[in-house]
């Protein structure tokens, strides 16, 4: 049994596998883009999507090097490798070369000094976050810094207005997703104090809710035995 079988993997974790028994694996879907199997050979990294884990799949995303090139998949826990979260990745040395040719690595030192104070856990994802993950150049200068924060507990629409507001004027455009143990959503919009329903992403789909943290949400948990009956709300 693998190490990591029963392990929670959350949207936007890096996942180190085995290419050889992968791609042995994602022959079993009808048709598989010609570029997936020599992106996985030379980097054998996925990323775990948004959608309903269990113990025998999670839902992964294969990162090729063209913005187009992005394809959805499963694989078995058991070629599982090795985890690496966002929050890991802030601390990943940058060379000197790639911070001067990519606005988005310097925004990220600059976002560091500037969220110290944050407490929750949170990190770079997209390409930003891939790079950092696997060493591969997929950082471009035009790209933006995808910034993923994992939020157990509430936060208030003036704690997201701060953070927000400390992720302007800089090198590269911040684009700030939050994570609850149930859904997604943007930090900027749900910082906009709306009244209005913000859309939140979940693993049966995109809904409008008021409240990323509703006990109501539980029920789209995969983790949670009564997810078939779950509904909008």
């Given amino acids: 049994m693998s190490h990591y079988e029963g392990h929670a993997f959350r949207p936007h974790y890096l996942l180190a596998v085995d290419p050889k028994q992968l791609i042995e694996s994602i022959y079993k879907y009808s048709s598989v883009p010609e570029w997936v199997e020599e992106q996985i050979r030379t980097t054998p990294f996925v990323v ?22 992005r394809w959805a998949a499963s694989c078995n826990p058991s070629l599982v490798k090795s985890i690496t979260t966002p929050s890991q990745l802030p601390m990943r040395p940058i060379s000197t070369s790639r911070a001067n040719a990519t606005p988005a690595f310097r925004t990220l030192d600059l976002l560091k000094e500037r969220w110290m104070d944050l407490d929750h856990p949170w990190g770079p994802g997209g390409s930003i976050g891939f790079e950092l993950a ?3 150049h997929v950082v471009k200068p035009e790209s933006d810094l995808d910034i993923v924060l994992y939020a157990e507990r509430r936060m208030t629409a003036d704690e997201a207005k701060s953070l927000c507001a400390r992720a302007m004027d800089l090198p590269a455009v911040v684009d700030i997703r939050v994570e609850t143990r149930v859904c997604g959503f943007s930090l900027r919009e749900y910082a906009s104090g709306s009244p209005a329903a913000i859309l939140l992403r979940t693993p049966s789909g995109v809904i409008l809710g008021k409240d990323p943290w509703s006990d109501e949400l539980r029920s789209m948990d995969p983790n949670y035995p009564d997810v078939s009956r779950s509904r909008p709300i």
Avoid at 48 to 68: C, D, L, S, W, Y
């Fill in 48 to 69: 775990v999507r948004r959608g309903r884990a269990t113990g025998q799949e999670i839902p992964i995303g294969v990162r090729g090097k063209e913005r187009n090139q």
């Fill in 134 to 136: 696997t060493g591969s």
